[in-house]
Nanobody
Framework: VQLQASGGGLVQAGGSLRLSCAAS????????MDWYRQAPGKQREWVAG???????RYVDSLKGRFTISRDNAKNTVYLEMSSLKLEDTGAYFC????????????WGQGTQVTVSS
């Protein structure tokens, strides 16, 4: 199983971006999908996530600006980011727990988001 993240780029403060993360390979089901980010010089932090059969969850500080969604048919998770701030700059990683067939944790390669003033 491989995860391919895309959609990052350079955006001005106040702008929007939509990240995508698509899983491919032998996938029986996906138990959970999460987005993390890592700012320069900081630890990776959880941003948002969606467990199978559950509701989307967000880190409190990003509620209202970030929206996670998914397309189960495409094994893809999205992260729509709006009103971007300078502090949103960082590498964004997707993580999925995939039954293939046991549940395994897979990470995408990261996509860079840079917010400029």
């Amino acid at each position: 199983v491989q995860l391919q993240a895309s959609g990052g780029g350079l955006v001005q403060a106040g702008g929007s971006l939509r990240l995508s993360c698509a899983a491919s390979g032998r996938i029986i089901s996906i138990n959970s999908m999460d987005w993390y980010r890592q700012a320069p010089g900081k630890q990776r932090e959880w941003v948002a996530g969606w467990s199978s059969g559950g509701t989307p969850r967000y880190v409190d500080s990003l509620k209202g600006r970030f929206t996670i969604s998914r397309d189960n048919a495409k094994n893809t998770v999205y992260l729509e980011m709006s009103s971007l701030k300078l502090e949103d700059t960082g590498a964004y990683f997707c993580k999925m727990v995939v039954r293939s067939p046991p549940p395994y944790v897979f990470w995408g390669q990261g996509t860079q988001v840079t917010v400029s003033s």
